[in-house]
């Protein structure tokens, strides 16, 4: 009895020295989620930042980017999820980041502690910003000496705050929204998928070295975006103004030049319009992990249920032309759920759908702004309508007499017109001979 006790309680204390995990960057945005989220799934959680604040909990181990020593760990962690940066004002080099991301590294075995850096979209030597560029280079530092490399794409959800805070705050405030156009594409990624995907990729799946790029993976407009922020979270409408992108960029790197402070939001804008693609599908698919929809992720309970029920009542009234039965709706929604078919994250224009018919080629939809999946959301449209019992047709059809008098005068008007017309023809061509 005492000797399978003792060897209990040893396994259970070796247990959780392999759920250790150090996070930096921790007062952050994604931090904060990341260290709640953690813990709540049974991981001791040790944080490491500068120092803390009336509002930022003091650090369990100190760490700063512009003069790092090597910390210090009781017992060695399972993984380091490295979220600290300078993302913009700040006295940071990107050398000095480049060499704490170094020193971080030096402070542990990879054969036992998992370095996880946090990379961007935007990384790259050639970047418009020093941000994307300081990126890259620790991605040059990181990635042979066994770090798993993740590049993120727009994070939203969860406490305004980041880019995230800066476009509800945009949006809340303004009546009338600027956007850039032609929209660039950004591919979005909730804040509890991104935690979920960091903690698995800390219990030890992924491939050290590898690069993992999450987010959508299928693009949407910034404009469609801030659409869905409107409409399913901030629950307002607004006024879209298109402003040429070109313009705008210009105009905000002029006023960059004059006004220093300017120059950073100038080649942030710059960045936006130069996003490189963020190719996502086989990263979740290698760690098993799903990117819930944009009105789940905005909105609040049951919004993406609803906004499928709005969906499958525009697209079958554009296939049958008449109103929609709750029985069809249904139908609608029960398709895509088994096709796992989540509802569309702005509502189509219907001078957009009136241009389309289910045999459409993807490029013609592409061209239009429509997803890749549209043909198949038309396609159960009209089997649904197919599906339909002649009674349950014809309740649909039924129209006030004074409204069903007047849309025969019209058929019979518009067959006149038809006649009249072929007659015209008709005698111009013999006057022709």
């Not at 945005?29 to 989220?37: F, P, S, T, W």
């Not at 369990?60 to 004002?89: C, K, Q, V, W, Y």
């Not at 490399?149 to 009546?175: D, K, N, Q, T």
Request: charged share 20%; with cysteine.
């Amino acid at each position: 009895m005492i000797v399978r006790f003792a060897g209990k309680a040893r396994n259970t204390r070796l247990m959780r020295q392999s759920r250790i995990l150090a996070v930096t960057g921790a007062s952050g945005y994604i931090g904060r989620h990341l260290v709640a989220r953690a813990r709540a799934d049974g991981w001791h959680v040790i944080t490491m930042g500068r120092g803390g604040t009336a509002s930022v909990a003091s650090p369990d181990i100190g760490f700063d980017l512009l003069a790092p020593e090597p910390p210090r760990f009781s017992a060695p962690p399972a993984a380091i999820i490295h979220l600290a940066a300078n993302t913009g004002g700040g006295a940071e080099t990107p050398d000095q980041e480049v060499a704490a991301a170094r020193c971080l590294m030096s402070a542990i075995d990879p054969a036992v502690t998992r370095f996880i850096f946090i990379s961007s979209q935007t990384a790259a030597a050639d970047a418009p910003t020093q941000y994307g560029r300081t990126k890259a280079a620790i991605e040059t530092v990181a990635g042979p000496l066994g770090a798993v490399l993740v590049r993120l794409g727009l994070v939203y959800g969860g406490e305004p705050a980041g880019l995230f805070g800066l476009l509800c705050r945009i949006v809340a405030l303004l009546p009338v929204v600027p956007v850039l156009w032609p929209s660039p594409r950004v591919w979005p990624l909730h804040l509890d998928d991104l935690c979920t995907t960091l903690l698995v990729l800390a219990e030890g799946k992924g491939r050290p070295g590898a690069v993992y790029e999450i987010g959508a993976t299928q693009p949407v407009t910034m404009r469609d975006f801030l659409k869905s922020l409107a409409r399913y979270r901030l629950r307002r409408r607004r006024l879209w103004i298109p402003i040429p992108g070109r313009l705008a960029v210009g105009a905000a790197l002029a006023a960059g030049r004059i006004i220093t402070p300017l120059r950073d939001r100038a080649f942030q804008l710059l960045s936006l319009t130069r996003l490189p693609p963020l190719d996502s599908t086989a990263s979740l698919l290698e760690l098993g992990i799903g990117m819930r929809p944009i009105p789940e992720g905005l909105g609040r309970p049951g919004s993406a249920r609803r906004a499928l029920l709005e969906e499958a009542s525009v697209m079958i009234r554009l296939v049958l032309g008449t109103s929609v039965s709750r029985w069809s709706l249904r139908r609608y929604v029960r398709a895509c759920d088994q096709l796992a078919l989540p509802a569309m994250a702005v509502p189509i224009p219907s001078w957009k759908l009136r241009l389309l018919v289910p045999t459409a080629p993807a490029d013609v939809m592409h061209r239009l702004g429509l997803p890749r999946d549209m043909a198949m959301r038309l396609r159960i449209a009209m089997g649904v309508a197919e599906a339909m019992s002649l009674e349950q047709f014809h309740q649909m059809q039924r129209e006030p007499w004074l409204l069903a008098g007047l849309a025969m005068c019209g058929a019979v008007l518009n067959e006149m017109r038809r006649v009249a017309l072929r007659g015209v023809l008709l005698i111009a061509g013999g006057s022709r001979k």
